[in-house]
């Protein structure tokens, strides 16, 4: 097997700075190899947490909105920027709560995965959160219009196998969780 070793960022400059959302960075970096690239742009985000939320009867909650990126309406899961300093757990809980009005009793961490492997893109950390139940009404933020939607499982798989989720970090996310689930119920 071959030894991997990391690129050398020999420069950066910085190309546009909207923080805490966005910074725009042109790294000037050379590979293992020694060959170089002069201008290999690199974007950083926040990370963020989403949630996929199973209640005792088995429905998920999924949040249905505009997206101004993809200018798309977006079936999504419960999802949110980590605050500064905040863990990702504790974002997870805070964004169930606000977006849905429901909490649960058991949250497992399913992962922490980059967006874009060539240009950062920030991360999101993936839960499954089992035994979730309504404790009140939603409370959005002011900019997240959104309608909740609570599809069983069965409705779950069918819209991600057929497309009705489109944005990838959602797309994996449910796949991680109904991965999680079936191997809960897999023959020993």
Request: charged share 20%.
């Amino acid at each position: 097997m071959r030894t991997m070793y990391p690129w050398k960022i020999v420069a950066s400059t910085e190309l546009l700075d909207c923080s805490p959302w966005l910074r725009v960075s042109a790294e000037h970096v050379r590979l293992p190899n020694g060959h170089e690239i002069a201008a290999f742009y690199h974007i950083d985000m926040p990370e963020w947490a989403q949630i996929f939320a199973v209640t005792a009867d088995g429905r998920v909650p999924l949040i249905e909105h505009w997206k101004q990126g993809p200018r798309a309406f977006s079936l999504e899961l419960p999802a949110g920027y980590l605050d500064d300093g905040e863990a990702p757990e504790a974002a997870a809980r805070r964004e169930l709560r606000e977006e849905t009005g429901v909490e649960a009793s058991e949250w497992r961490y399913l992962g922490r995965f980059f967006m874009d492997g060539n240009r950062g893109c920030g991360a999101s950390h993936i839960f499954l959160a089992l035994g979730a139940h309504r404790v009140g009404a939603p409370h959005p933020e002011v900019s997240e219009i959104m309608a909740l939607h609570w599809l069983t499982l069965a409705e779950v798989r069918a819209a991600w196998q057929g497309g009705r989720i489109r944005n990838v970090a959602t797309v994996a996310a449910v796949g991680l969780a109904l991965a999680a689930l079936e191997g809960d119920h897999a023959p020993d």
